[in-house]
């Protein structure tokens, strides 16, 4: 669930010229039929809110710019995980010993290793690689794009149409709160996407220039492996306490969270 979070923050979008907008998006594996996730993302005033809820996940993320605090709901476990700065910074050294766990995960013979190979493979048509443009001012999804397309070892990894935040109607405020959040998450994560063969520098270099993916498909062995796609674009204000966490759930620590994990592992 963790390398699924990372993605799809990393896929989703920034917002709007007015008070807010919210994106509803679609991520589906072409590999596993159960392995879907609709997502809607909530922004403004520097404060996003991705909404995610699937066969296998049902929660939600919240970030503020201004504190870089992130808080992870678990609408299935009803708890809440507030991270601040300090304990980003131990999530990230956690991070660094859970990666040679990994790489051991990844190469055995078990349907979960073999599940492990193509998060991996996936991760890597994602990062790794120079997009290539192939056509320009197309119409995709009711917007005009600039299709890309990357190739690995002589095999299409992956294919996207992106447009810009103007184009869309969005604001470059609400695109760097987007672009905040996807540095911070790279940062947490560095160590392990490196376990899974990729290399984020292509793409962070590219979110200086914004670009906004109105479908994406990624390929595994250059056979169709994931999609992403955009459903909906709207303005909209926000009620208070959309960029809240939920009362009545219970508070996590990142010591609970570690004490969870140690206990579904051998």
């Known amino acids: 669930m963790r390398k699924t979070f990372v993605l799809l923050v990393l896929t989703s979008l920034a917002a709007p010229l007015w008070a807010g907008t919210r994106v509803k998006a679609h991520l589906e594996s072409y590999s596993y039929k159960e392995a879907w996730v609709d997502v809607e993302a909530?922004?403004?005033d520097g404060r996003?809110?991705?909404?995610?809820?699937?066969?296998?996940?049902?929660?939600?993320?919240?970030y503020d710019r201004e504190s870089s605090q992130v808080t992870i709901i678990d609408h299935i476990h009803r708890t809440v995980l507030a991270l601040s700065q300090d304990s980003q910074a131990a999530l990230k050294l956690i991070g660094a010993i859970a990666a040679n766990r990994l790489q051991k995960e990844m190469t055995g013979s078990d349907p979960g290793a073999r599940a492990y190979a193509l998060v991996g493979e996936n991760a890597q048509a994602f990062f790794n690689g120079?997009?290539?443009?192939?056509?320009?001012?197309?119409?995709k999804a009711g917007f005009t794009c600039d299709e890309y397309q990357t190739e690995l070892a002589g095999k299409r990894a992956r294919e996207v149409w992106v447009t810009t935040p103007e184009k869309a109607g969005m604001s470059g405020e609400e695109y760097d709160t987007f672009r905040s959040l996807a540095h911070l998450v790279i940062d947490l994560f560095g160590m392990e996407l490196s376990q899974l063969g990729a290399d984020?520098?292509?793409?962070?270099?590219?979110l200086a220039n914004p670009q906004l993916p109105v479908l994406e498909v990624l390929y595994a062995k250059g056979r169709p492996s994931g999609l992403f796609k955009i459903?909906?674009?709207?303005?909209?204000?926000?009620?208070p306490g959309t960029f809240d966490p939920p009362a009545g759930y219970q508070t996590l620590s990142l010591l609970d969270l570690l004490s969870e994990s140690g206990n579904h592992n051998p």
């Open 200 to 206: 984020p520098t292509v793409f962070q270099q590219g």
């Open 42 to 44: 909530s922004i403004e």
């Open 130 to 139: 120079t997009p290539d443009l192939r056509n320009s001012n197309i119409i």
């Open 48 to 62: 996003l809110r991705l909404d995610f809820q699937g066969p296998w996940s049902r929660g939600s993320l919240i």
């Open 231 to 239: 459903l909906q674009i709207r303005s909209r204000d926000f009620a």
